[in-house]
């Protein structure tokens, strides 16, 4: 607790620095030519769960520094798709970084995560969950049949989302009729290359 204490402490200091920078700069900051990119020390300033999924927690994830967190995130928005379809239930996960965590747990088969309601009080309590993926949502005009015999490691796939049909991403709501969006949900991307380095 007081090494997590810490770091939450270093990432504060580190985050307020770099903003006080960011005031002074051209709000726009065009880049041109190859390098469109943001510069890697400002990572921090979009990253969620800094001082959590730190890179002493996880040490193939490509952050500046220890404190970490993950930047390829969707506020409120499930952009998670149907294959390999695993949940987490309070107390196993207590909120949306213990979920991209149980994501970079499992590099081999998950890709997406969504910390969301799922409205199954039997199960969930009544709180967020956690459900983890290896495929996305497809776009509106994609439609996906998956050849059960000559695929692997796609199971749990709810036969119900085979085809896979494609559509917006949708929101993340508080209310089981979908009329209240919910800003705390959240959705993201994990990745791991070719040479272990983890992205999140």
Same mark, same amino acid.
């Given at each position: ?34 390098? =469109?990119?943001?510069?890697? +020390? ?9 001082? =959590? ?7 193939? $994830? ?28 309070? *107390?196993?996960?207590? /909120? ?12 081999? /088969?998950?890709? /997406? ?18 459900? $983890? ?10 439609? $996906?049949?998956?050849? $059960?015999?000559? +695929?692997?490691?796609?199971?749990? !796939? ?12 949708? !929101? ?5 009729? &979908?009329?209240? *969006? ?12 070719? &040479? ?5």
């Amino acid at each position: 607790m007081h090494f997590v204490s810490t770091a939450l402490a270093v990432c504060a200091a580190i985050s307020a620095a770099t903003a006080t920078s960011l005031y002074h700069r051209n709000r726009c900051d065009i880049r041109r030519g190859e390098d =469109i990119f943001p510069r890697f +020390s400002e990572y921090s300033d979009w990253a969620i769960c800094k001082g =959590i999924i730190t890179k002493h927690r996880f040490p193939n $994830l490509q952050a500046p520094n220890n404190c970490g967190g993950c930047v390829r995130y969707y506020r409120g928005i499930d952009m998670t798709g149907v294959v390999t379809e695993v949940h987490f239930y309070h *107390p196993k996960v207590r /909120n949306a970084c213990d979920c991209a965590a149980k994501c970079l747990e499992r590099p081999n /088969n998950c890709t /997406n995560w969504v910390w969301k309601h799922t409205f199954m009080p039997d199960v969930d309590g009544g709180k967020r969950s956690c459900t $983890l993926y290896s495929s996305p949502n497809l776009p509106s005009d994609v439609n $996906l049949a998956y050849n $059960l015999d000559l +695929s692997q490691g796609f199971l749990p !796939l709810d036969p119900k989302n085979n085809p896979q049909n494609g559509s917006a991403a949708p !929101l993340t709501f508080l209310d089981a009729a &979908n009329t209240i *969006p919910d800003r705390f949900g959240v959705s993201g991307f994990m990745v791991q290359d070719q &040479n272990n380095r983890q992205f999140c």
